[in-house]
């Protein structure tokens, strides 16, 4: 019976077996910090493995260094051992949604989510730290003192010299934030899946930096583009030369060859005709007929499915298809005023000329437009490309095919007002938050299939509002998952430069009072996502009140406004499960169970669930059977008894759901005798079930 390894994969011994694959010759060994010998790379040989020419040293190359950049590199592939624990008290509707909002360090819950999420999550949006030099609600001033950046990249010789000129360069205001970014951008490609794109806001503090980093971590050639988005028209008062009104979005695909952005920005109305049936048309569409005029003008490939004439009448909109010779002519159709249009020249087929069948079916649906000499197929698509310059602005659009106020607001005091009145205050809880119409834009560059949005930065958990907001407005099943580190919201305001950022911080510590709870951050992200879920619901009730004929109700019960919470923690499993070598005599008594005293049994299933690779937002079935309390995950894909003492007889009713894997824990067997008849069961009842112990 296995035993499970509590832990995230140690990426470095993955990635140093399929280097042994490829070069046996460079595996060497080492001995690690308690003398065990161990698997290592000798670099020089994979260097010359790699190489056309002989490798004597070191050559010049175009590539972005920094100190801390291999030491970050290393953490991004080492294991954690940390893990997350339910906290259903403050989750809403935790059994049935598959909204997911974690509180925790973002590298070490990245690293935690890595085997269930990977390749799983089409949209990541980050607002990471600036690094501007404000401490306010994020830590964002990741500059070294310059005694320890000189330390770290020894600027002085032994006897004191300097080794090189311009130590004051901006290179110690760099370091730790490009280090911070590098190794959660590593963990968090991981998770894309192939189509998948990551949206990162930057300013011009740190975006030249961004874009270089993103460069190697997901190629260059991966690079899609940089958004300039005005949020703040008025422009800020923070130089002496340019009023800046606007910041960026870089954008990277995990494979651009695989991503694709449909067009989702309404067009104007302006720009759109209204044709007989009401429909709006933008413009000429492609030519699927030539008439007279035309006729031996356009020529391509012959294809006898489409060679047919075509009559049509204008005053009555009637039309007559039939199969006759390029050349031949229906006088009497002629006569009663129809005009002859040609599918074909001498044998050779007219450009863009559809099949019979097709063509009668854009007619049927009025998708044809017939002019003297041509025939278009009519242009009803009412969206286009997002542009790289986003702006704000309203304009009467053409949105599902009627004419409407459209708005695009981007701007962070529209965000602001927004959060203000949804917690009803006189200022808002968080500083600067992105405006919710943005991240529907983002968001809305895919189709409105099922997918996963990610958000390691959540702040104000704008991101988690917008997936809610446009899953209410098409009907979509987009899910959410938000990770957010608990800030403390004293110590903020005690760091708070501006009189606005201690307005903002003594808003939320106010609401945080008023619910009372502590002066999180978190806790005020959490509050947004329940507001917002109420609001939506309220306003797509009073919607489906005010439709229009034709228009189909949206189900508000069948939308997600939960998500189950779970906060950031040490493992569950004493230290001794990790390093057993270390256990003494003296220690027996404390390790009767490996795990700890205060962990719950649905602690240990969620530690399960991350270490066997399954997405948290599972529905989990809680069973009493006997006397002994069995989680079953969807369906069947595992099932879990963690209780101390198990009536085993539970194991043919268990093994009776033919799960994939089952998982007790090891203390719940008195020896070897009663794990070994388990297994036996097992086999007997549900061969292909894998039963695991912790």
């Given amino acids: 019976m296995d035993k499970m390894k509590m832990r995230t994969p140690d990426l470095t011994d993955e990635n140093i077996e399929r280097l042994a694959a490829l070069f046996p010759n460079v595996i060497t060994e080492t001995k690690d910090a308690s003398g065990s010998v161990q698997k290592a790379i000798d670099f020089d040989l994979l260097k010359q493995a790699l190489s056309k020419n002989l490798v004597?040293?070191?050559?010049?190359?175009?590539?972005?260094?920094?100190?801390?950049?291999?030491?970050?590199?290393?953490k991004a592939n080492m294991p954690v051992t940390k893990t997350l624990r339910p906290c259903r008290e403050e989750s809403v509707n935790f059994d049935s949604t598959e909204n997911i909002y974690i509180e925790g360090d973002n590298f070490e819950v990245l690293k935690i989510l890595q085997e269930s999420y990977l390749g799983k999550v089409k949209i990541i949006y980050i607002d990471p730290p600036y690094n501007t030099g404000n401490d306010f609600i994020y830590k964002d001033d990741f500059a070294k003192s310059k005694e320890d950046y000189e330390e770290e990249i020894g600027v002085e010789d032994e006897e004191?010299?300097?080794?090189?000129?311009?130590?004051?360069?901006?290179?110690?205001?760099?370091?730790?934030?490009?280090s911070m970014m590098c190794e959660r951008l590593v963990v968090a490609k991981d998770l894309l899946c192939d189509e998948g794109v990551i949206f990162i806001s930057i300013d011009d503090n740190e975006l030249h930096n961004l874009r270089?980093?993103?460069?190697?971590?997901?190629?260059?050639?991966?690079?899609?583009?940089?958004?300039?988005?005005?949020?703040?028209?008025?422009?800020?008062?923070?130089?002496?030369?340019?009023?800046?009104?606007?910041e960026y979005c870089s954008i990277y695909a995990k494979n651009k060859e695989k991503a694709r952005f449909i067009e989702n920005v309404p067009k104007k109305a302006s720009d759109m005709t209204e044709d007989d049936d009401g429909n709006f048309v933008h413009g000429s569409?492609?030519?699927?007929?030539?008439?007279?005029?035309?006729?031996?003008?356009?020529?391509?490939?012959?294809?006898?499915?489409?060679?047919?004439?075509?009559?049509y009448r204008a005053q009555d909109r009637q039309v007559v298809v039939k199969k006759e010779e390029y050349d031949g002519i229906d006088q009497q159709l002629i006569d009663q005023g129809y005009v002859k249009y040609y599918s074909h020249n001498n044998g050779r087929l007219v450009e863009n000329t559809y099949t019979e069948s097709k063509f009668r079916e854009l007619f049927e649906k009025g998708a044809l437009e017939f002019s003297l000499d041509k025939v278009y197929e009519k242009n009803f698509n009412d969206t286009i490309r997002i542009k790289s310059q986003l702006i704000n602005r309203e304009y009467e659009a053409i949105v599902r095919g009627k004419k409407q106020k459209y708005s695009m607001e981007l701007t962070t005091t529209g965000a602001g007002t927004y959060i203000k009145n949804l917690f009803e205050v006189a200022?808002?809880?968080?500083?600067?938050?992105?405006?919710?119409?943005?991240?529907?834009?983002?968001?809305?560059?895919?189709?409105?299939?099922?997918?996963i949005v990610l958000d390691f930065f959540s702040g104000s958990s704008t991101t988690a509002d917008a997936v809610m907001q446009l899953n209410a407005e098409d009907g979509g099943n987009r899910k959410f998952i938000m990770v957010q580190l608990p800030e403390n919201l004293d110590e903020n305001l005690s760091k708070a430069g501006t009189e606005a950022e201690k307005k903002t911080i003594k808003s939320a510590i106010s609401i945080c009072d008023e619910m009372n709870k502590p002066h999180l951050l978190t806790v005020i992200g959490k509050?947004?996502?329940?507001?917002?879920?109420?609001?939506?619901?309220?306003?797509?009730?009073?919607?489906?009140?005010?439709?229009?004929?034709?228009?189909?109700?949206?189900?508000?019960?069948?939308?997600?406004?939960?998500?189950?919470?779970?906060?950031?923690?040490?493992?569950?499993?004493?230290?001794?499960?990790?390093?057993?070598?270390?256990?003494?005599?003296?220690q027996l008594a404390f390790v009767e169970s490996n795990i700890k005293e205060d962990r719950t049994p649905?602690?240990?299933?969620?530690?399960?669930?991350?270490?066997?690779?399954?997405?948290?937002?599972?529905?989990?079935?809680?069973?009493?059977?006997?006397?002994?309390?069995?989680?079953?995950?969807?369906?069947?894909?595992?099932?879990?008894?963690?209780?101390?003492?198990?009536?085993?007889?539970?194991?043919?009713?268990?093994?009776?759901?033919?799960?994939?894997?089952?998982?007790?824990?090891?203390?719940?067997?008195?020896?070897?005798?009663?794990?070994i008849n388990v297994e036996e069961r097992f086999k007997r009842l549900s061969p292909e079930t894998k039963v695991t112990v912790i």
């Avoid at 004597?56 to 290393?74: I, N, Q």
């Avoid at 004191?160 to 490009?178: A, Y």
């Fill in 160 to 178: 004191g010299g300097k080794l090189f000129r311009n130590t004051d360069s901006n290179g110690r205001f760099h370091s730790d934030w490009l």
């Fill in 212 to 246: 270089k980093i993103c460069d190697e971590i997901f190629g260059e050639e991966n690079f899609v583009g940089n958004l300039s988005v005005e949020n703040n028209p008025k422009g800020r008062k923070n130089s002496d030369f340019i009023s800046v009104s606007s």
């Fill in 427 to 451: 200022e808002s809880p968080f500083s600067s938050p992105k405006n919710v119409g943005y991240l529907k834009l983002l968001i809305s560059l895919f189709e409105s299939e099922p997918f």
């Fill in 285 to 311: 569409g492609k030519r699927v007929l030539v008439g007279e005029n035309s006729f031996n003008k356009y020529v391509s490939n012959a294809n006898s499915d489409k060679n047919y004439s075509v009559y």
């Fill in 527 to 586: 509050e947004r996502i329940r507001r917002a879920g109420k609001k939506i619901v309220e306003d797509l009730k009073a919607r489906n009140q005010q439709l229009e004929p034709g228009q189909e109700p949206v189900d508000a019960s069948k939308l997600d406004i939960g998500f189950r919470v779970y906060k950031t923690d040490e493992s569950n499993m004493k230290d001794v499960f990790y390093h057993p070598a270390k256990l003494d005599q003296k």
């Fill in 56 to 74: 004597e040293g070191d050559d010049e190359r175009y590539r972005l260094d920094w100190p801390g950049k291999k030491a970050s590199l290393l």
């Fill in 602 to 675: 649905e602690d240990l299933l969620t530690q399960v669930i991350l270490d066997l690779g399954l997405e948290l937002s599972l529905p989990i079935e809680t069973k009493k059977i006997g006397k002994n309390t069995v989680f079953i995950v969807q369906t069947n894909a595992l099932v879990a008894c963690l209780d101390n003492d198990i009536d085993f007889k539970i194991v043919d009713t268990i093994a009776g759901l033919k799960p994939f894997k089952v998982v007790f824990k090891d203390a719940s067997f008195k020896d070897d005798k009663d794990r």
